[in-house]
């Protein structure tokens, strides 16, 4: 009989003993979750890597204010919301710095050209992306590219062109890739898509290079290097990687 009885205290004090841990870690949870509540409020909105935006227009975009909850700040919305409505960020990340600090990093779209629609014209980046509808003024600041056809542009979405055209925009945005990736975009000064078969970009402000539609356009970028390199600085001329090797006819001869 007696040992009946320690048996069921023993029990109860088992689950007292199980109830109280839980009781007590509940309480913990709460007091720290209370404590983040209290205690970690945005006072500084730190924005890094922005220049074609304020830092008053990403935050403004993010929707983030001072005396926000830290925690509670929604990082992956704060993303998409940045990007949706600002068309020049291209990546985001933002972080938590505590106490009080909420990191915004930016990394902007690279124009890479321009090209006139039925009634504007339309800037987009290396990745085909339509940053912006101008007029030819703001439009002369980016290189003219010409062969294609806008279909319904929208600002912040990808260029998409009239039936036929996809295998060129789809060279040009290889290329595009191409030159962004050894640094050359910054040379380049017009692309013409008209030809079926060769894209003609104009370059460095001395040639006029010719690349095959459809090529390896990191093996043409590496090429179009190398074949600068090996000319004068003051040769100017048609580069023509349409060929087995490249092939350089300089402007001079061809006006007679």
Known sequence: ????????????????????????????????????AVFFRVENIEVNGQSAYTAEQIIGAAEVEQ???????????????????????????????????????????????AIQGSDAWWIIDTKGKILERTDETRAAEFPPLTGLTPDSPVVGSQLEVAEGEENKLASLEKLFAALAARGMTDQAESFELTAINFIKMGYGGRFTVKIPMNTDFNQAAKILEAAIAALEETDRGVIDLTLDEPHFIPYASMLG
């Open 1 to 36: 009989m007696a040992a009946r009885r320690n048996k069921r205290k023993r029990r109860n004090r088992g689950r007292f003993g199980f109830l109280y841990k839980v009781l007590s870690a509940a309480v913990i949870v709460a007091a720290i979750v209370a404590g983040c």
């Open 67 to 113: 005396g926000d909850n830290l925690f509670a700040v929604n990082k992956f919305k704060v993303m998409r919301q940045i990007i949706s409505r600002l068309p020049y960020v291209d990546e985001i990340s933002v972080s938590r710095r505590l106490p009080n600090t909420l990191v915004i990093n930016v990394v902007e779209c690279v124009p890479a050209a």
